[in-house]
């Protein structure tokens, strides 16, 4: 089965394959170039060795081998001449300097098979006019004497052997100088076709260079400078203006990622302007609502207003008179008319205190003199002293330890543990002696002030009711009281931003702990200067 090959076509290349199509092409091109280099530097240092290192030892050499020749035609006609051995000195080094040019050459010449041809051609002259003009005529001059060796030089045709050889050795240096001169052309020629080569090198960089810049700036830079300018459009405000990015497909994708990121802020920014429409209208609404919470306050102002004045009036009449027909008539009329009598007075009076109560519970909050730093042991002094404690129930009875200073309103901190106090001693047992104990400890960000007793106790069940406005546990034949104590008592804990609890896990009497935050606005409660240990209430 044959795999057809998809081709996509060149405009829809990313940059990164462009990039890589030209520096392919690039390396490829400068490889080729390389590589021809390389075996024109092979070439011409081939051309180079046959110049310097061959041709010029054959020139010197041939040179030398016309000499050599020379130095043994010379020898033989001084020998004919004198008949002394010694003048047969030059052609026996010249014999020898022979061979030893031809040792040199013959290898030099093993790819020059012309010239090597003509080597050959100039050593058997040579030696044909050795063998039949110089040999014989040194013999005879040995043998016969001088004059019978210059006979057989001068015999005919001896001469023209010697020209025939030298002629020979002229053409064989004719030939190493036509190899020179070759392979001095084809060095030159070599040089040229590697300047060439490195021109070709430094047009392919320049042009790919000039194509890779063309590149970029046609498929990035432009475009990305486009796209940002539509950016800087859109961010000045125009959300609903479409982004267009050009170039690369990764610009292009770019953009399509930018404008659909700008679809999303236009969305959010819609939705967030929806509901700034909508807070605006809550704010309106609690606007409304804040102004409908004033007048209900001044109603409820007017309210207090008429309760404490107008409502008590009636009600402090009604006792008096109830209580001067109790005083006049008590035991003149039957038994049934002093209990109606009773129950009026006693009916007018919680109503009084039914009235203050609520009042004082009203207040809590409103008018407000600014939260001071606070010493609850001088607060619990006065507590004691407005209860009596000592007088009534003993040295003993309510003990505290380790107070700090926090910050709040004094009235309100004495009205709460007045509160907190007074309803431990209420709820008393009447078999034990009372022991009120009022603590604190300070915690990472508060203090939590405990007023504990060994009263009857407050069961877990009702540990949330007793703290609900009118709450009562108990009838208000047992124990007296409007039920309003424990309410005001959170109000005023509320009001400090703190919290009221009971703690459910005592099994013998109650304990009430209520924490006061340790905060910056408030400032930092502390603890008095010098700690109290188990302080006794003094009238």
Same mark, same amino acid.
């Given at each position: 089965?044959?795999?057809?090959?998809?081709?996509?076509?060149?405009?829809?290349?990313?940059?990164?394959?462009?990039?890589?199509?030209?520096?392919?092409?690039?390396?490829?091109?400068?490889?080729?170039?390389?590589?021809?280099?390389?075996?024109?530097?092979?070439?011409?240092?081939?051309?180079?060795?046959?110049?310097?290192?061959?041709?010029?030892?054959?020139?010197?050499?041939?040179?030398?081998?016309?000499?050599?020749?020379?130095?043994?035609?010379?020898?033989?006609?001084?020998?004919?001449?004198?008949?002394?051995?010694?003048?047969?000195?030059?052609?026996?080094?010249?014999?020898?300097?022979?061979?030893?040019?031809?040792?040199?050459?013959?290898?030099?010449?093993?790819?020059?098979?012309?010239?090597?041809?003509?080597?050959?051609?100039?050593?058997?002259?040579?030696?044909?006019?050795?063998?039949?003009?110089?040999?014989? @005529?040194?013999?005879?001059?040995?043998?016969?004497?001088?004059?019978?060796?210059?006979?057989?030089?001068?015999?005919? @045709?001896?001469?023209?052997?010697?020209?025939?050889?030298?002629?020979?050795?002229?053409?064989?240096?004719?030939?190493?100088?036509?190899?020179?001169?070759?392979?001095?052309?084809?060095?030159?020629?070599?040089?040229?076709?590697?300047?060439?080569?490195?021109?070709?090198?430094?047009?392919?960089?320049?042009?790919?260079?000039?194509?890779?810049?063309?590149?970029?700036?046609?498929?990035?830079?432009?475009?990305?400078?486009?796209?940002?300018?539509?950016?800087?459009?859109?961010?000045? @405000?125009?959300?609903?203006?479409?982004?267009?990015?050009?170039?690369?497909?990764?610009?292009?994708?770019?953009?399509?990622?930018?404008?659909?990121?700008?679809?999303?802020?236009?969305?959010?920014?819609?939705?967030?302007?929806?509901?700034?429409?909508?807070?605006?209208?809550?704010?309106?609404?609690?606007?409304?609502?804040?102004?409908?919470?004033?007048?209900?306050?001044?109603?409820?102002?007017?309210?207090?207003?008429?309760?404490?004045?107008?409502?008590?009036?009636?009600?402090?009449?009604?006792?008096?008179?109830?209580?001067?027909?109790?005083?006049?008539?008590?035991?003149?009329?039957?038994?049934?008319?002093?209990?109606?009598?009773?129950?009026?007075?006693?009916?007018?009076?919680?109503?009084?205190?039914?009235?203050?109560?609520?009042?004082?519970?009203?207040?809590?909050?409103?008018?407000?003199?600014?939260?001071?730093?606070?010493?609850?042991?001088?607060?619990?002094?006065?507590?004691?002293?407005?209860?009596?404690?000592?007088?009534?129930?003993?040295?003993?009875?309510?003990?505290?330890?380790?107070?700090?200073?926090?910050?709040?309103?004094?009235?309100?901190?004495?009205?709460?543990?007045?509160?907190?106090?007074?309803?431990?001693?209420?709820?008393?047992?009447?078999?034990?002696?009372?022991?009120?104990?009022?603590?604190?400890?300070?915690?990472?960000?508060?203090?939590?002030?405990?007023?504990?007793?060994?009263?009857?106790?407050?069961?877990?069940?009702?540990?949330?009711?007793?703290?609900?406005?009118?709450?009562?546990?108990?009838?208000?034949?047992?124990?007296?009281?409007?039920?309003?104590?424990?309410?005001?008592?959170?109000?005023?804990?509320?009001?400090?931003? @703190?919290?009221?609890?009971?703690?459910?896990?005592?099994?013998?009497?109650?304990?009430?702990?209520?924490?006061?935050?340790?905060?910056?606005?408030?400032?930092?409660?502390?603890?008095?200067?010098?700690?109290?240990?188990?302080?006794?209430?003094?009238?």
């Amino acid at each position: 089965m044959i795999k057809r090959v998809q081709f996509t076509h060149p405009r829809t290349w990313s940059l990164r394959a462009r990039v890589t199509a030209l520096a392919t092409t690039t390396a490829a091109l400068l490889a080729m170039l390389a590589v021809s280099a390389a075996l024109l530097a092979t070439a011409n240092l081939d051309q180079l060795d046959v110049v310097l290192n061959k041709t010029g030892v054959l020139r010197l050499s041939g040179e030398q081998l016309g000499m050599a020749l020379v130095d043994q035609e010379t020898g033989v006609r001084g020998y004919a001449l004198s008949g002394d051995a010694a003048d047969l000195g030059p052609y026996r080094t010249g014999r020898e300097a022979e061979e030893r040019l031809y040792e040199t050459m013959i290898p030099l010449l093993a790819d020059q098979p012309e010239t090597r041809a003509q080597l050959e051609r100039a050593r058997a002259t040579a030696a044909t006019w050795r063998s039949t003009v110089a040999e014989p @005529g040194i013999t005879a001059t040995r043998d016969q004497g001088p004059g019978a060796g210059q006979q057989v030089l001068n015999q005919a @045709g001896g001469r023209e052997k010697f020209d025939q050889a030298r002629e020979q050795v002229a053409r064989l240096q004719e030939d190493i100088v036509t190899l020179r001169n070759a392979a001095v052309a084809d060095v030159q020629s070599t040089s040229e076709s590697l300047v060439v080569l490195l021109v070709v090198a430094g047009l392919v960089v320049v042009v790919m260079g000039t194509a890779l810049v063309v590149l970029i700036n046609r498929m990035v830079t432009v475009p990305v400078t486009d796209l940002a300018e539509q950016v800087r459009h859109v961010a000045g @405000g125009a959300y609903d203006t479409e982004i267009v990015a050009t170039g690369s497909p990764e610009l292009e994708r770019l953009g399509r990622d930018v404008d659909a990121m700008r679809r999303q802020i236009a969305a959010d920014l819609s939705e967030v302007r929806e509901a700034r429409q909508a807070v605006e209208e809550i704010n309106q609404q609690l606007q409304a609502q804040a102004s409908e919470l004033t007048r209900s306050n001044r109603d409820l102002e007017q309210f207090a207003y008429v309760a404490s004045h107008d409502l008590q009036e009636p009600l402090r009449k009604v006792a008096s008179f109830c209580q001067l027909l109790q005083r006049r008539y008590a035991g003149q009329l039957d038994e049934r008319a002093d209990q109606y009598i009773l129950f009026a007075v006693d009916g007018a009076q919680r109503m009084q205190r039914l009235i203050n109560d609520l009042l004082a519970f009203s207040r809590i909050g409103r008018n407000t003199s600014g939260f001071q730093q606070v010493s609850l042991d001088a607060v619990m002094r006065d507590v004691a002293e407005q209860l009596n404690v000592e007088e009534k129930y003993g040295a003993d009875a309510v003990t505290w330890h380790d107070l700090p200073t926090v910050a709040g309103e004094e009235a309100l901190l004495e009205t709460l543990l007045a509160n907190l106090v007074g309803n431990s001693l209420k709820f008393r047992r009447t078999d034990v002696p009372v022991r009120i104990e009022v603590s604190a400890v300070h915690t990472d960000d508060s203090w939590d002030i405990t007023v504990s007793d060994n009263g009857i106790g407050i069961e877990a069940e009702f540990a949330e009711k007793i703290f609900i406005i009118f709450q009562r546990l108990h009838a208000k034949d047992a124990y007296p009281g409007t039920g309003m104590g424990l309410a005001i008592a959170k109000k005023i804990v509320e009001y400090h931003d @703190g919290r009221i609890w009971v703690d459910d896990s005592r099994t013998a009497g109650a304990a009430i702990t209520f924490s006061l935050p340790i905060s910056d606005n408030s400032g930092a409660a502390t603890l008095p200067a010098v700690p109290t240990q188990h302080k006794e209430l003094t009238a």
